[in-house]
């Protein structure tokens, strides 16, 4: 038999590392927040967000597109099937809209977010932190917070809040083509339901709360998963292992709290 | 290199002149750091006079590189005191820190250049965050590099250069800002015999050149002998021997005789 790649832990000693790291995460977050205000020069902060934008949602499109795009198309292939059933099939597009704006949309986002940038986040300040470039900076008198972790997680709160609005513009268009295929239902019925559910219950007199909540929520779920990707990497230790580590602590850890944090969001919004 | 299994004289020698440690800018004493039930470093006690460099040599995971990061602050250590430029680095907060560290220079061994700039903005990196203007500090940065044979490789990122391109950028990166005390980790492990003494030229250029005070870790006798002014053993947590080039190496410590048998006496010659 093989050794372990790591050695066991007890659940008590994974509870109290989560723990730590949620707590490590909250205080980067915060940081990163507070950099925003207080950078030296917030042109140069500027531009090293819009390269991290660039890194996480331009290159995350495609597969956020496509991805987004079957989700709409499985969502009305299931639902528009049982719709029929019932002879309410006129009510597809107003569900497929509400699931998706609400809650799949975000989550997907998110999911794929933690999966692709998060994890590359995890693994490319895990890779600076064993390879003694975070101490390099810290020598230098270069706030790694400041140069490193803001541009990062507020990139991924912006991408995440982008990424949702596009997942939730394909969605719609692949659920229009199942519904018409399917059942019939026009291209133009299908969308002025789905924008009659998007545009009713209007928070601010701008958003509908479905809209509204489900973007509260990618944003959440952006930030979170790349303040988890900045604590996971940062706290990286024990060379190409702990680097291995960290973006599976980052990935798992990013999947569970977008989840929770999800469902706390969905309570304080709709219950 | 077998460890003997003699114990140690228990001789530090010190040969330093009062004159010489009262304005010492780096000076430990007592330091103890532990990881867990391991102790590392137990009641370790280092001047480093002005303006010299010091070598500490000693055996792979005795805590060299850990008194290294002690004395740059990136090290906790559990009990002692480490004063470098006059400010007690062993607990102190971030403003005293950046005061300090702005009077640091570190190569570290790998380098530690970051691996998306080119070897120009690494450079300059140091200057620019710290208020230069950019061209001024890219200026500069390119006459750093230029001086030390890498004008044409400005370009060049991290992952495009060789191990002592990297090391070379890295000594460009910790002189730029023209620090009063250089700490060099293992500066020439892993080189060629040829790019070795190209590293330790720099590291005796920075003594010379910027009248740095220089803290060396290293393995090679060679190097050491090459540059530093005094040698000092790390043995089971402490400082065994502290003695000039010349002296180190007549030194009857048994780790002092093992490096230099290992190394055939060339030593001896530099």
Known sequence: ?271 | MSTPAAAPAPAPVAPLAAADTADAPIRLSGVRVAFGDRVVLDHLDLVVPRGKNVVIMGLSGTGKSVTLKAVAGLQKVNAGEIVVAGVHVENARRAALTSVRSKLGFLFQSGALIRWMTALENVALPLVENGVPRAEADARARKRLDEVGLGDSANKRPDEMSGGMAKRVGFCRATIANPAILLYDEPTTGLDPITKRTIDDLIVHGRDKFGATGVIVSHDLRGAMRTGDLIALLYEGRIAVVLPPREFIKCDHPIVREFVRDDGGAAGGK
């Open chain 1, 1 to 271: 038999m093989s050794a372990p790649v790591t050695p066991e832990r007890s659940p008590l000693g994974v509870f109290a590392d989560s723990i730590e790291q949620t707590g490590y995460m909250i205080e980067l977050i915060f940081g990163a927040f507070s950099r925003l205000f207080t950078h030296r020069h917030p042109i140069r902060l500027f531009r090293r967000l819009v390269e991290q934008l660039y890194v996480h949602a331009v290159k995350s499109l495609l597969v956020v597109t496509v991805v987004g795009t079957f989700t709409g198309m499985v969502l009305a292939l299931q639902t528009g099937a049982e719709l029929k059933n019932l002879g309410v099939e006129d009510q597809l597009s107003k569900i497929v809209a509400a699931s998706l704006s609400r809650e799949m949309g975000p989550f997907i986002t998110g999911i794929i977010l933690a999966a692709t940038a998060g994890a590359a986040i995890a693994a490319e300040l895990g890779t600076m932190k064993v390879s003694e470039e975070i101490d390099a900076l810290e020598l230098m008198n270069v706030d790694p917070i400041a140069f490193l972790v803001s541009p990062r997680i507020v990139s991924m709160g912006l991408s995440c809040l982008i990424l949702t609005v596009w997942v939730n513009f394909v969605g719609i268009i692949g659920a229009a083509v199942v519904a018409h295929s399917q059942t019939g239902t026009l291209y133009s019925d299908f969308f002025y339901g789905a924008r009659e559910t998007l545009s009713a219950d209007r928070i601010f007199g701008v958003l509908s709360k479905a809209l509204f909540s489900g973007l509260v929520k990618a944003w959440c779920f952006g930030v979170i998963i790349g303040g988890l990707s900045c604590a996971s990497g940062l706290n990286a230790s024990g060379g190409a292992l702990g680097v291995g580590r960290a973006v599976r602590t980052a990935v798992t850890a990013s999947v569970v709290l977008t989840l929770i944090v999800g469902y706390i969001l969905t309570w304080f919004f709709w219950a």
